[in-house]
Structure formats: C-alpha cells, structure tokens
C-alpha cells in the first residue's frame, strides 16, 4: 500500500484567516516532505521533515509553518496567506532509509488552496 | 548544479499510437537516480520508474518502456499503443548522491485523443 492521504481536497481562505492543511502515511515511512505547484509548473520543495525534525526549509516565507507531531502525520500550518500562495499542495513521503541509496517519494492527492 | 530537460511542452497522438517522451538532465554527481512521474488531471503523482546511475539497463512495463543512456545523459520514456487514459502531465525528475530533493523537470503534457 503506497498510500498517501490529504486533506482538505480545497481549501479556499481570506487573507486574515489561519487554516492547516493535514497529510497523513501508514506506510512507515520516515521523511515526509511539502511541495507548491503553480499551474503548469512542477512541484518546488518547499519542507523536508526526516525522523520528525525538519531538515531542509527552502526558504519558505514565514506565513507557511510546518509540523510534524509524529512519523505519520505531517501538518502545514498557514496564517496570512497573499493571493499568490494560490496554489496545489502536494505532500510526500520515503522510507529514509539511512544511507546508501535515495528513496522513492509517493505523493498524495494534494490540496487546492485558494487564497482571496 | 543539477537541472533536468523536458523539451516537449506538449504532445498529442492518437490512441494506438506509439509516444516517446524526452528527458535530458545534468549533473556532475556520479551517482544519482532518475524517476519518472505521471500527474493526471486529478493531481495526484504517480510514481512510474526509479533508475540509479549504475543501472543502465532498459525497463519495459505492459506499455510502458524506458531508455537510460549515460552517455547522451538521456531516460526516454515510451509509451507503445498509447491509451485515452495515459493523458497526462510527465515529470522527469533527478536526485543527486543520496539527497532528498529532487529537481524536477517542466514537465510535459500528452494528450491522448480518441
């Protein structure tokens, strides 16, 4: 089972509004990632959550907060959002097995974020 | 740096037809692995193919077959007798060493018509 769950499938916010979006595995699996796609565009990294610590952050503004509470359950909180945060959110997960090879990320349905 | 090629924006055949898409990367990394991905009109990607540098063996699936030449720095995937159902963003993507970023490619967008 390569299951990855999402949820909300959409999601549409006012700019003052704080919302999370939630991603969940039962995979065992022990990296789990956040990814931004723009329209006709490939995903950006944007969160690297390996054995619940964040490991990589590619710069991402503030207004986007991550949170891992445990190896399942992967958060991404969201607090004063601008129009052009718009977007799909995908999350990912991988095996992280240590060292030696790079692991496969299976992704989730994602989340359509509006932002007025 | 590491960047990966996908010169075909969009491609349409009709169904039954064969249908190669192109990927390209660079990278001066001598290990890495390459994947392709599937991203249908729900959004969800679906994990196709993970190919190490080491590994240059061709792979066919039912349908699907994929061509990894180091030397043209190239993994071309086919699709043989392509389906209604195959339409479809494609992403090639690249990870170096044995990093957890990928570097994804444009992408390109098969439109499979009746």
């Known amino acids: 089972d390569t299951e990855v769950t999402q949820t909300p499938k959409h999601l549409v916010m006012g700019m003052t509004n704080k919302k999370s979006l939630k991603c969940e595995q039962h995979?065992?699996?022990?990296?789990m990632y956040w990814y931004k796609q723009k329209a006709k565009k490939p995903p950006e990294l944007m969160f690297v959550?390996?054995?619940?610590?964040?490991?990589i952050n590619e710069s991402v503004p503030s207004r986007f907060s991550p949170e891992c509470p445990n190896s399942s359950l992967l958060n991404l909180h969201l607090h004063a959002l601008q129009p052009e945060d718009s977007a799909l959110y995908l999350c990912?997960?991988?095996?992280?097995?240590?060292?030696?090879?790079?692991?496969?990320?299976?992704f989730g349905p994602g989340t359509r974020l509006t932002v007025l | 740096a590491q960047k990966v090629t996908q010169a075909q924006t969009e491609i349409s055949v009709v169904e039954k037809e064969d249908v190669t898409l192109d990927c390209v990367y660079e990278?001066?990394?001598?290990?890495?692995?390459l994947f392709w991905y599937k991203q249908p009109p729900s959004g969800e990607l679906v994990f196709l193919i993970r190919?190490?540098?080491?590994?240059?063996q061709n792979e066919i699936s039912g349908r699907y077959s994929w061509n990894f030449q180091k030397s043209t720095s190239s993994f071309n995937f086919t699709i043989t007798a392509s389906q209604v159902v195959d339409s479809a963003v494609y992403f090639c993507?690249?990870?170096?060493?044995?990093?957890?970023?990928?570097?994804f490619g444009p992408g390109t967008r098969l439109s499979v018509l009746p």
């Open positions: 990912a997960s991988s095996l992280k097995v240590s060292g030696g090879t790079t692991d496969t990320q299976y």
């Open positions: 995979m065992g699996h022990r990296a």
């Open positions: 959550y390996s054995y619940e610590k964040l490991s």
């Open positions: 990278t001066r990394d001598t290990t890495y692995y």
């Open positions: 190919r190490n540098s080491f590994d240059e």
């Open positions: 993507a690249l990870s170096v060493g044995y990093g957890q970023n990928f570097v």
